[in-house]
């Protein structure tokens, strides 16, 4: 499920709103009913990527326990490690498990093949957001979490799990725990998400039109199109502003989406191409 799409707009985003406000009467149960509509959300694609997220979210939570266990003090170093080694091991095998296996195989003269499932959408996002709260309780910025609701929340929250931006746990805590949903900040929050959308969709999309056009003409060759030297720049131009625009879009609509719920997110998206 994508932000720009009719079914996020018209259907989830209220039905989420409506369910959210419904639960106004405790903190507690108001998070856990964000915790179920992010894993809905996430898994409305494809419901076997909720694997992963929900492994992670599960290990995520065990190291921070391990962490703050006096008795494994002195193997605290040892714990970050291997947490660090866990997301960049799940990075590898989803993104490049593939490409790897074949290329050691002709190293070695043989033929591997790995027929892996797709990675996870986000996958670099939601992991590198459990690293966060494994280095924060390691580094005691926060508390450990004793509510696992709470971590899978912090790491799933759907306005970022699929594009970001990634928060870090010590930024996100206290808000989880205690934050206002109020109308300037409703009204803020729905103004950057129509900002982001009017970018995305009036901006961005006819952009990549002209890109894609003027793309296909080079890629058939000289020989089928002579694409002149000015057309090339258009392209070039029109490419480099569609994925600015689009990047700047997303990270708009999930700041403001975050803030409809009383998140206040961190800008992210200050002079990309410097």
């Not at 924060?136 to 790491?155: C, F, P, T």
């Not at 970001?164 to 729905?190: C, H, N, W, Y």
């Not at 058939?220 to 994925?243: C, H, K, R, T, Y």
Request: some cysteine.
């Amino acid at each position: 499920m994508l932000f720009p799409s009719i079914l996020f707009i018209l259907y989830f985003l209220p039905v989420a709103l409506l369910l959210y406000l419904a639960c106004g009467f405790s903190r507690g149960v108001q998070n856990f009913c964000l915790l179920c509509l992010s894993l809905f959300f996430y898994a409305w694609g494809e419901p076997l990527h909720l694997i992963p997220l929900v492994f992670i979210i599960l290990v995520s939570y065990g190291l921070g326990l391990l962490l703050t266990n006096d008795k494994l003090a002195s193997y605290r170093r040892k714990v970050v490690a291997a947490a660090a080694a866990f997301a960049v091991g799940m990075l590898v095998f989803f993104r490049y498990g593939g490409m790897l296996a074949a290329e050691i195989g002709s190293l070695a003269g043989m033929q591997l093949a790995l027929d892996l499932p797709r990675a996870p959408l986000g996958i670099a996002f939601f992991t590198l957001q459990a690293l966060s709260y494994v280095f924060d309780v390691s580094r005691a910025k926060v508390s450990r979490e004793k509510n696992i609701i709470n971590v899978g929340l912090y790491i799933s929250l759907f306005p970022t799990v699929l594009a970001g931006p990634v928060l870090r746990f010590s930024d996100m805590a206290a808000q989880i725990k205690d934050r206002k949903m109020t109308p300037e900040l409703f009204g803020k929050g729905s103004a950057r998400f129509v900002t982001g959308l009017a970018k995305l969709v009036l901006l961005a999309a006819p952009l990549s039109l002209i890109a894609g056009h003027v793309f296909t003409m080079s890629a058939a060759g000289s020989e089928v199109n002579d694409v002149p030297v000015m057309l090339a720049w258009l392209g070039l131009f029109a490419f480099s502003l569609q994925i600015y625009l689009g990047f700047s879009a997303y990270a708009d609509m999930a700041i403001g989406l975050a803030a409809i719920f009383g998140f206040s997110i961190r800008e992210n998206f200050n002079y990309p191409y410097m």
